[in-house]
């Protein structure tokens, strides 16, 4: 009578030269299979978000990496619990993990990766912990604004994880749609929009009481 999909997300590929090499995985590919990276000894991960930071963490301190976490915004793990977020960057910092804020990725090369930096010394310090983040939504008037000052670098790599995000994956349910496979078919979850595990049950309790 009803078929609810909740087939999840997949990883984003930003479209930069070289994002194909070989060298380049996901890092939920790596997560589930570490042995991808077991050949690498300088590493890049892309996406200073929280599992950017966490696969970075793994690397350096279960795999013995020397790692660089790239950022496009002012703040690694924007979102995450303040206490969560401090701990990890903390031991990131005791690890040497490189953390370059406002900074993001130009092209992939077989060797390397070429970065587009804000070196403005009004950029934050990645490894403050101790200066809380406020939500999207408040604004604080005594904030210091971030100058733009970009410069062009190189560093080497030989293994470049990609940790930007996810997308919903409704690819099944679409096509299940088209077909008309039952009366009710509905989409919950990543497939429908990515969130963490608080919407998950959410939705998961909302469409079972509603069906």
């Known amino acids: ?37 077991e050949k690498a000894n300088k590493v890049v991960v892309v996406g200073g978000g929280s599992v950017g930071c966490e696969t970075a963490s793994m690397l350096a301190y279960e795999k013995g990496k020397e790692v660089t976490v790239v950022e496009m915004l002012p703040h690694f793990m924007k979102g995450v619990c303040t206490a969560s977020r401090g701990y990890l960057i903390h031991y990131l910092e005791k690890a040497n993990v490189a953390l370059l804020n406002c900074t993001r990725l130009k092209s992939i090369s077989p060797q390397s990766v070429r970065l587009i930096r804000n070196v403005s010394p009004t950029v934050p310090d990645p490894y403050n912990t101790w200066s809380p983040l406020l939500p999207e939504n408040v604004k604080n008037p005594l904030a210091r604004k971030i ?48 969130g963490r595990v608080f919407e998950a049950t959410k939705a998961g309790y909302a469409i079972s009481i509603a069906l």
Do not use: M, W
């Open 1 to 37: 009578d009803a078929v609810v999909f909740c087939t999840g997300a997949r990883p984003v590929t930003p479209a930069v030269e070289g994002v194909d090499l070989p060298h380049v995985v996901q890092a939920v590919d790596l997560l589930r299979d570490p042995s991808l990276g």
């Open 147 to 194: 100058k733009v000052k970009e410069e062009e670098t190189e560093i080497e790599a030989d293994l470049v994880v990609l940790a930007v995000g996810l997308k919903p994956d409704d690819s099944l349910y679409e096509a299940c749609v088209r077909e008309r496979i039952a009366p009710d078919i509905r989409n919950i979850g990543d497939s429908f929009c990515v």
